[in-house]
């Protein structure tokens, strides 16, 4: 494993949750880490902690990701968890909410990639976020698995062209990253119990363990065009 000691990080998403995970276990690890996001005031409320500087980036627009990376200039790695989940039947989902997924997810990374790569070390690599749902299908969350199974084959796509940077991505499972709270606690805690029950982990992920994963991604030197399953194997049954 590639030590990521002194190692410049970018991390986009919230202040919570995955992100916030990430950012931590990075700091662990020694890197130094850039947290950007759409509300940087409450990300430097999130983060009081001299190895995290925080930036502005909106994944939607290309004039401001290009602002971003012109701003930061070189950093050895990209990090992205940003989401914008269109979750709902094909009848009830609005075209509005499903652009926006692929806007957030998968048009967002490819903006990235655009104009970072030119900025990273020829060891430095990209680590973009996919989900269960590109290999298991279920009712209600078509767009959601449609969205995951563009970034999978994004990354793929990318680590060739880009070689020899690395391209990855992490594919969780259900995590409690507070992406549910939405639901309500009693819709919530049904839904954890169910997949609980019939995932072979027999429980959903913790952001930690997602963080992990970021992490070995990052510092494995030899991977490359991956999507690593971080799911308990909730998609085999």
């Not at 039947?89 to 609005?94: D, F, G, K």
């Not at 430095?124 to 299908?137: M, N, Q, Y």
């Not at 959903?204 to 690593?228: H, K, M, Q």
């Amino acid at each position: 494993m590639a030590s990521l000691e002194g190692r410049r990080i970018l991390v986009i998403g919230r202040g919570s949750g995955i992100a916030r995970a990430v950012t931590s276990a990075l700091r662990t690890a020694g890197a130094q880490v850039v947290a950007a996001g759409r509300d940087r005031p409450a990300l430097a409320e999130a983060y009081d902690d001299p190895g995290v500087e925080t930036a502005y980036v909106d994944l939607t627009d290309e004039t401001v990701v290009a602002a971003l990376a012109e701003e930061l200039g070189r950093v050895d790695h990209v990090v992205s968890t940003a989401s914008a989940r269109a979750r709902g039947t094909v009848a009830e989902l609005a075209h509005d909410v499903v652009r926006r997924s692929f806007d957030v997810k998968v048009l967002g990374p490819l903006l990235l990639a655009k104009h970072f790569a030119p900025r990273l070390p020829a060891d430095g690599s990209f680590v973009f976020f996919s989900g269960s749902s590109a290999r298991k299908a279920v009712a209600g969350m078509p767009a959601v698995g449609a969205t995951n199974a563009s970034v999978d084959a994004l990354v793929r796509g990318l680590a060739v062209e880009l070689a020899p940077l690395r391209v990855n991505a992490i594919s969780p499972g259900t995590v409690d990253t507070g992406a549910y709270d939405a639901l309500g606690e009693q819709r919530k805690a049904e839904l954890f119990a169910a997949r609980a029950a019939t995932s072979p982990a027999r429980r959903i992920g913790r952001p930690e363990e997602i963080a992990e994963a970021v992490v070995f991604a990052l510092g494995s030197s030899f991977l490359t065009g991956v999507s690593l399953a971080v799911d308990g194997g909730e998609p085999l049954v």
